[in-house]
């Protein structure tokens, strides 16, 4: 099961400005630029996407993992930070950090912490972090 998304971007990365977009229509032409990212913008990022897509997968996968122990979750509530530090010449996101607060009732200490490993390790997302990357370029123009 594939899913898309589109970026566009005009000038440079200073003053320049892009749009994102997915199939779903969730994000339509949604603004970001390098203010956004390195400053104090008000749109998105390409960081702030990928915390908000770890921590809604890790909360899916959670929910699948308590189910295998026999458990249901009241509530899964996930923050996420990534990081992005200076790395050499350029960026590199360096970490992911997710920070959970669950209520599951008749959990055991010890169930929570299975399910919540298997979950961080898991979750697509957290794989992608550590993937190959493949790139399909072609210019027009």
């Known amino acids: 099961m594939d899913r898309k998304a589109k970026a566009q971007w005009k000038g ?21 630029s390098f203010r956004d990212r390195f400053e104090d913008g008000k749109n998105t990022n390409p960081e702030e996407l990928l915390a908000a897509a770890h921590a809604a997968c890790f909360s899916m996968a959670l929910s699948l993992m308590l189910q295998n122990e026999g458990l249901k979750a009241d509530s899964i509530d996930t ?10 010449d350029g960026f590199a996101i360096k970490r992911s950090h997710l920070e959970l607060r669950a209520r599951i ?15 961080k390790e898991g979750c697509p ?8 990357i493949t790139l399909d370029a072609k210019l027009e123009g």
């Open 79 to 88: 923050n996420c930070t990534i990081s992005l530090e200076k790395e050499g």
């Open 12 to 32: 440079d990365l200073k003053s320049g400005t892009g749009t994102i977009s997915s199939t779903s229509g969730v994000l339509s032409n949604t603004p970001y």
């Open 105 to 119: 009732p008749g959990a055991s200490e010890a169930a929570f912490n299975r399910a919540t490993q298997a979950a």
């Open 125 to 132: 997302v957290s794989k992608l972090f550590d993937t190959e």
